[in-house]
């Protein structure tokens, strides 16, 4: 069993700053790839970030020049710095780890964290 538990979601205001945590646990023998996802209401999930286990990294073209994802392996953990925070960025934001148990490969979410941005 994996789990993926997110951190650092809140309010704030407009060109305001919040990181993200995430934090997987389980039997896990490695993480390929993690991301952050989000889902405003009355959207689809979109992907925001996403970082290879190498430190590879793409962005969803909304976030570019203001979110930043990066990642401790040793600690199975992946954070998400956003700046210049605008209200179209509030959702739910969730963590995606793809993870090699004794099952394989497979995708886990955590519970999701809210982000609002007021103006």
């Known amino acids: 069993q994996v789990q993926l538990v997110e951190s650092g979601g809140g309010l704030v205001q407009a060109g305001g700053s919040l990181r993200l945590s995430c934090a997987a646990s389980g039997m896990i023998f490695s993480i390929n790839t993690m991301a952050w996802y989000r889902q405003a209401p009355g959207k689809q999930r979109e992907l925001v970030a996403a970082?290879?286990?190498?430190?590879?990294?793409n962005y969803a073209d909304s976030v570019k020049g203001r979110f930043t994802i990066s990642r401790d392996n040793a600690k199975n953990t992946v954070f998400l710095q956003m700046n210049s925070l605008k209200l179209e960025d509030t959702a739910v934001y969730y963590c995606?780890?793809?993870?090699?148990?004794?099952?394989?490969?497979?995708?886990?979410w955590g519970q999701g964290t809210q982000v609002t941005v007021s103006s």
């Open positions: 995606n780890a793809e993870a090699l148990t004794e099952w394989g490969f497979r995708n886990y």
């Open positions: 970082t290879t286990s190498s430190g590879n990294t």
